[in-house]
Nanobody, 131 residues
Framework: QLHLVKHGGGSVQAGGSLRVSCGAI????????LAWFRRTPGKEREGVAA????????YYADSVKGRFIIARDNARRTLLLEMSRLTPEDTGAYAC????????????????????????WGQGSQVTVSS
């Protein structure tokens, strides 16, 4: 089992940058696939990015590609999302998610966007981008 603890978020003007992160307590962190999802006003929950246990494979939603970076530090048991060139459309609650290697999210490239494939969730960090 993995308990995810959120950090970061906040408010920024359009064009600015923010970081959100999650720390993990529990099982071996490097056994887990990790992802970021967000809830934005008026929209369904959306997969933002995902990363493999070794950090070598990353995937992004088209809406954030080239602006957001997902990264992990397995030694520090931390998942990061670096967000740049933010727009008001990025406003929302950002939550991290995790599922173990054997948890059925492989192949990651095909399955990561489905929130139902993720087992553990952190609380959402609010990100607000003003125009």
């Amino acid at each position: 089992q993995l308990h995810l603890v959120k950090h970061g978020g906040g408010s920024v003007q359009a064009g600015g940058s923010l970081r959100v992160s999650c720390g993990a307590i529990g099982d071996t962190f490097s056994d887990y696939y990790l992802a970021w999802f967000r809830r934005t006003p008026g929209k369904e929950r959306e997969g933002v990015a995902a990363i493999s246990p070794d950090g070598l494979n990353v995937y992004y939603a088209d809406s954030v590609k080239g602006r957001f970076i997902i990264a992990r530090d397995n030694a520090r048991r931390t998942l990061l999302l670096e967000m740049s060139r933010l727009t008001p459309e990025d406003t929302g609650a950002y939550a991290c998610a995790a599922v173990p290697r054997w948890g059925g999210v492989e192949p990651l490239e095909a399955k990561w966007r489905d929130a139902g494939n993720w087992r553990y969730w952190g609380q959402g960090s609010q990100v607000t981008v003003s125009s």
